[in-house]
T-cell receptor
């Protein structure tokens, strides 16, 4: 297993367009998290899944954002009608269920909305 | 809600010297986990060290150790014998023990290492 993979690494889009990001977690990890990180800030929680169930969504996740994890494997994060304020690094992480486990992060998808 | 504060935005250390990165947090819980993560430029975030709040002994991982002061809600990271590869952003993070808990991060600190 090569760790958590995110695709694409970089995405430039025009304001108003829709974008979709993909995350492939470590195969045996049943928890998957999405975070957003802006320049000079720490990652902010967006949402997380346990297997295929989306268990929590942050208030940061407006109705333009939707995340899925079909079959409890890979996950997608879609942003509709992108705005310049959506420009950020979107990080995916996975972990085993259990509070003591740290997360394994992917390299992130850097979104630039022009 | 828990908060994590890293008040130093940047620090610099001479290669082979020791540096301490500060972190404070606010919580009303008695049991939780604390983490330090490292994020090198344009690379993924990796776990450096983890501390369980109910353990009094400070965690150590090779050149990395923590000073965990539970009463003061302080969790600093000490890097000994600093190396050029230690240059990165370092994030302090908190996680409660609830079943649905997730990591809450501080703003991070940029560490530079002078050769």
């Amino acid at each position: 297993d090569t760790g958590v993979s995110q695709d694409p690494r970089h995405k430039i889009t025009k304001r108003g367009q829709n974008v979709t990001f993909r995350c492939d977690p470590i195969s045996e990890h049943n928890r998957l998290y999405w975070y957003r990180q802006t320049l000079g800030q720490g990652p902010e929680f967006l949402t997380y899944f346990q297997n295929e169930a989306q268990l929590e969504k942050s208030r940061l996740l407006s109705d333009r954002f939707s995340a899925e994890r079909p079959k409890g494997s890979f996950s997608t994060l879609e942003i509709q009608r992108t705005e310049q304020g959506d420009s950020a690094m979107y990080l995916c992480a996975s972990s085993l269920q259990g509070i003591g486990y740290g997360y394994t992060f992917g390299s992130g998808t850097r979104l630039t909305v022009v | 809600a828990q908060t994590v504060t890293q008040s130093q935005p940047e620090m610099s250390v001479q290669e082979a010297e020791t540096v301490t990165l500060s972190c404070t947090y606010d919580t009303s819980e008695s049991d939780y986990y604390l983490f330090w993560y490292k994020q090198p430029p344009s690379r993924q975030m990796i776990l450096v060290i983890r501390q369980e709040a109910y353990k009094q002994q400070n965690a150590t991982e090779n050149r990395f150790s923590v000073n965990f002061q539970k009463a003061a809600k302080s969790f600093s990271l000490k890097i000994s014998d600093s190396q050029l590869g230690d240059a990165a952003m370092y994030f302090c993070a908190y996680r409660s023990t609830g079943a649905n808990s997730k990591l809450t991060f501080g703003k991070g600190i940029t560490l530079s290492v002078r050769p």
